[in-house]
């Protein structure tokens, strides 16, 4: 049987430290079929901004430069009568373009109010983030992918890998856990059911939701909904049973801050129940100060909540 080795060159000296002053990508360039139709697409679809265009008389050709958010830079050409570059099969040279975004499903809303064909979320088995593809008007194929937020591999869990990442409430793994996290809230406030979320509604309010993920059974999950102004609402903490008393849940917590400072977040709410003791503590161990009922809770006399500054 033989094994499959990663390819090497020997032109490459093992004591090459690289292009001097090699920095970044400076820019992709790309060359239209139809450069209006293209122009449309990148201008007014995925929103870049014009650095400058200019037509080149001696080559009929115009070249568009176009900057996106974070400095880098895409040109498009015209040429007349431009060979086509078959994607489907794929063929070496340039694969395709990846964007990245802050949110996967407001880039997907959007695209498709466009009119805009986007295939299934995938996730990246390596990293845990998501992404998807569509296609500029010339059938490039074009990446958006969500950066996740930090992975961790937590020790003395059986000494199993365990992964966090963002995760789609709808998924039936998280669903089934999320059943469990109800089940244990209703036998908490006597069958009542005052603060569980439909998907739906998770969704259009644009809540985040971490999973903890070991063998591939979702067993710990937390997550926030975005309130007024720039505050937001942690819900859905919970670890099921067997993980419990390993830090589990304040690692959760803990990248959950860290995604919510990167998205803007300057506060997190916090509501529990006055007999939660040990959600209590961990607000307290995570840097939240109690505070006045808020929202929905003013009239819970069992509420405990909690805020933290990020």
Do not use: N
Request: proline share 7%.
């Amino acid at each position: 049987m033989t094994t499959a080795t990663a390819p090497t060159s020997r032109a490459i000296s093992s004591h090459s430290r690289g292009l001097p002053g090699l920095q970044s990508i400076h820019h992709v360039a790309l060359i239209t079929a139809d450069y209006a139709r293209s122009k449309g697409f990148y201008i007014g679809v995925l929103g870049l901004q014009v650095i400058g265009e200019h037509h080149r008389p001696e080559r009929d050709s115009w070249k568009l430069d176009l900057r996106l958010p974070d400095g880098g830079q895409l040109e498009l050409f015209s040429f007349p009568s431009p060979p086509a570059r078959p994607s489907r099969p794929e063929a070496c040279g340039l694969r395709h373009l990846a964007f990245k975004v802050k949110d996967l499903d407001q880039a997907i809303a959007h695209l498709r109010r466009h009119q805009v064909a986007v295939e299934a979320v995938r996730i990246d088995p390596y990293t845990g983030a998501r992404f998807t593809f569509c296609a500029d008007p010339d059938g490039s194929p074009i990446e958006l992918y969500e950066q996740a937020p930090q992975s961790v591999v937590a020790d003395g869990l059986d000494h199993e890998e365990l992964t966090i990442v963002v995760a789609d409430p709808a998924e039936p793994g998280v669903q089934a856990l999320l059943a469990d996290l109800d089940a244990s809230l209703r036998c908490l406030s006597s069958g009542s059911l005052a603060h569980s979320l439909e998907v739906d509604d998770w969704r259009q309010r644009g809540g985040v939701l971490l999973v903890a993920w070991q063998q591939r059974r979702a067993v710990a999950c937390v997550g926030y909904l975005p309130l007024a102004l720039d505050r937001a609402e942690v819900k859905r903490l919970y670890v099921m049973p067997p993980l419990r008393g390993q830090g589990l849940a304040q690692r959760l917590l803990k990248l959950l801050l860290q995604h919510a400072a990167g998205s803007g977040i300057h506060t997190l709410l916090a509501e529990t129940g006055d007999q939660q003791h040990q959600a209590v503590s961990l607000f307290r161990r995570s840097g939240f100060s109690a505070i006045s009922p808020f929202g929905p809770y003013q009239h819970q006399p069992h509420s405990r909540c909690f805020a933290r500054s990020l």
